[in-house]
């Protein structure tokens, strides 16, 4: 069942991500600038963090398999909209609609963290986040390759299609789950907004999440950017081809949830921050083109990736421990956070490489990495306990 999830999670999070690959494409098929085209990556992601807040919670009030075959019919329609827009302000609003409604990971991520012991939670999330990165990755090349060969829309409405079928195989495959609470919409909703203020553990792991993952985002907004310009005058399927390189995290994700279970969730969010800065360092020789600036930015993309993965597993594990009854809430803030961070970073990645170029990009997700390792340095100095959350489980529901 937990391959199954994964597989599920990898399909759906490929529609967030396939538009960072065929932005390029959008602007010439378009007609409008190509940092202008990039709204097209800032609204599927800002869809997303929506829908994370708004529909998530729902996994605490609804059976998994009915509400996840809902969600993905949905977003196949939205996906057909997307690509049938006749301009670019119809394929932003038909974006929002697929990131509102494509929000199939969060959801299945609490259920499956419920079904194994304490212990086996950092395995079983590594195993999920690597279905979602394999939806990441293959989703770009993708995108990248199939937009290339006949035209931005094709990967819109391949995309619909592969929804709309798999919507119809969770249907009969899913098993049928009972829903952990019977609390209504407006008070699930007020729970998540609670939980984020009275949780200090929460707020610490989701302002993780937000810088990384906005550090994430603004790399991969500016490298499409970067090698379809001037610097290697590559098409978009160059793009994607970059993403499969970085199938390593796929690995390396479930050894992090290990790692996690083994020393802490602290250890690995510390060496993810430290890792970031890293991949700043070596993402910035990317700059110069040729065969040695894209060994810079595979070596520093698959960097950035791996530390971006394993800070969430690290970070999920955590909040997942502050309450068994409150998985899908905690989520919620949690992942609203992230892709808040990623929007914001998705949009500051365009504006800094239209600004200052590459070396803004990076500078940029430096400055992102810096800002997790100082609020983390800082909750070491002042020796809060990572357990400190779990005393107060008894109030979350």
């Known amino acids: 069942m937990v391959l199954l999830l994964a597989v599920v999670c990898g399909v759906a999070v490929g ?16 007609h409008v600038p190509a940092d202008t085209a ?3 990556v800032t609204a599927t992601q800002f869809g997303y963090a929506g829908g994370i807040f708004l529909l998530v919670p729902l996994g605490d009030r609804f059976p998994c398999r ?25 394929l932003v609003a038909a974006s929002v609609l697929i990131g509102v409604t ?16 304490d212990d086996r939670r ?9 279905g979602s990165i394999g939806g990441m990755l293959l989703s770009r090349a993708f995108g990248g390759s199939l937009g290339e060969w006949l035209g931005w829309r094709a990967p819109y409405l391949m995309s619909a299609a592969v929804a709309l079928l798999i919507a119809l195989v969770l249907a009969r495959a899913l098993p049928r789950t009972t829903a952990p609470s019977r609390q209504s919409y407006p008070v699930l909703l007020g729970a998540s907004l609670r939980l984020l203020r009275t949780e200090p553990e929460l707020r610490r792991s989701g302002f993780y999440q937000a810088m990384l993952f906005g550090a994430f985002s603004a790399l991969w ?28 995290t796929m690995i390396s994700t479930p050894l992090a949830g290990r790692q996690v279970d083994r020393r802490g969730p602290d250890a690995v969010n510390l060496a993810a921050a430290l890792a970031v800065l890293g991949a700043a360092a070596v993402l910035l020789c990317g700059g110069v083109g040729g065969a040695a600036g894209l060994a810079a930015l595979a070596v520093g993309s698959l960097l950035l990736d791996v530390a971006m993965q394993s800070g969430m597993i690290a970070n999920q594990v955590r909040i997942f421990a502050l309450g068994d009854e409150a998985r899908s809430r905690l989520n919620t803030a949690y992942m609203t956070c992230g892709y808040l961070g990623g929007g914001i970073g998705s949009w500051l990645g365009a504006r800094s490489y239209g600004i200052l170029g590459w070396p803004g990009v990076c500078g940029l997700v430096a400055v992102l990495a ?27 529901t």
């Open 66 to 90: 009915s509400l996840v075959v809902t969600l993905l019919s949905l977003a196949g329609l939205g996906l057909l909209g997307a690509g049938l827009a006749p301009g670019l302000v119809p």
């Open 122 to 130: 950092g395995a079983v999330t590594g195993t999920l986040l690597s």
């Open 102 to 117: 494509t929000v199939i990971a969060p959801i299945v991520a609490p259920m499956a963290a419920g079904l194994v012991a």
């Open 15 to 30: 529609n967030v991500y396939f538009p960072q690959a065929v932005s390029p494409l959008v602007a010439e098929g378009l």
């Open 370 to 396: 810096a800002l997790a390792l100082a609020r983390h340095l800082l909750h070491m100095r002042s020796g809060a306990s990572g357990a400190s959350g779990a005393s107060r489980a008894s109030g979350l």
């Open 221 to 248: 907004t500016g490298v499409a950017l970067l090698m379809t310009g001037p610097a290697y005058g590559l098409g978009a399927s160059a793009v994607g081809l970059l993403a499969l390189v970085n199938a390593g």
């Open 38 to 40: 990039t709204l097209v």
